[in-house]
């Protein structure tokens, strides 16, 4: 079986477009803080996470050093894409968290299955219509919403995306220290921290500052924040 099929930009294609799609690709075993690729450079090639309890970080940081998080893929994910597909630089960088393991696959094998392959066609506008929405959302929650709102909405996202339900509430499997949660808002640590200490007060969520581990406790008093 190819280790594509797991991927779900991939799902429901014919082995032999998979065989394709493989053909010349690089399988290789990525760790922690280990940078894929960085803003603005060239591109020509995809990636596809096969494996690994880690995940990549795709984001930015400006002149001033401020960060910012734009989406934490997993095994199944893929990214480097939107360079193939138009031909432009890298517009964003990608660093990984923990250990995956990946398969670079060639933006010209992409474009030739992509071209005879209708299947693919419809799960990459599947894909690109769900990070759309996603993107506008978020661009709507920085216009509109306060850091409090926000937050609640992407812990919420992760606890959907990578959580496990326990007794305690919905543990999120990785770590997430509050500098990152800062990054994926595009706000202070310090404005993270004033949100942490007054839901952990109201016993909301609990939080593991050594082990930057997030438990989600009240759910409903999470999600009441941006539906109430």
């Known amino acids: 079986m190819s280790p594509l099929s797991h991927v779900r930009l991939f799902e429901g ?6 065989r394709r799609l493989e053909a010349g690709a690089l399988t290789i075993d990525a760790h922690n803080d280990e940078e894929i690729f960085a803003q603005d450079e060239p591109g020509g090639s995809l990636y596809a996470i096969i494996g690994g309890e880690g995940r990549v970080r795709i984001g930015a940081i400006d002149r001033r ?3 910012l998080m734009v989406e934490m893929f997993a095994a199944g994910d893929v990214f480097g894409e939107m360079n193939v597909i138009d031909g432009g630089p890298r517009s964003a960088s990608a660093v990984v968290d923990g250990r995956v393991r990946l398969m670079r696959l060639s933006g010209a094998n992409f474009t030739s299955v992509l071209n005879d392959t209708p299947q693919l066609g419809v799960n990459l506008a599947r894909m690109l219509s769900q990070r759309l929405r996603r993107t506008f959302a978020l661009f709507q929650d920085a216009t509109f ?3 409090e709102v926000r937050l609640a909405r992407q812990i919420l996202y992760l606890g959907a995306l990578q959580g496990r ?4 509430g919905i543990v999120l499997k990785n770590r997430l220290k509050q ?5 994926l808002l595009g706000t202070t640590t310090r404005s993270i921290i004033t949100v942490l ?4 007060a109201a016993d909301i969520v609990r939080y593991d500052t050594d082990r930057a581990q997030l438990t989600i406790h009240n759910e409903a008093a999470l999600r009441a924040l941006f539906e109430g």
Request: overall charge negative; cysteine-free; proline content about 4%.
């Open 179 to 183: 500098a990152d949660l800062a990054d």
């Open 65 to 67: 050093s401020k960060k």
């Open 165 to 168: 339900r326990t007794e305690a």
């Open 13 to 18: 294609l014919p082995l032999d477009a998979l």
């Open 197 to 200: 200490n007054a839901w952990r």
């Open 145 to 147: 919403e306060t850091v």
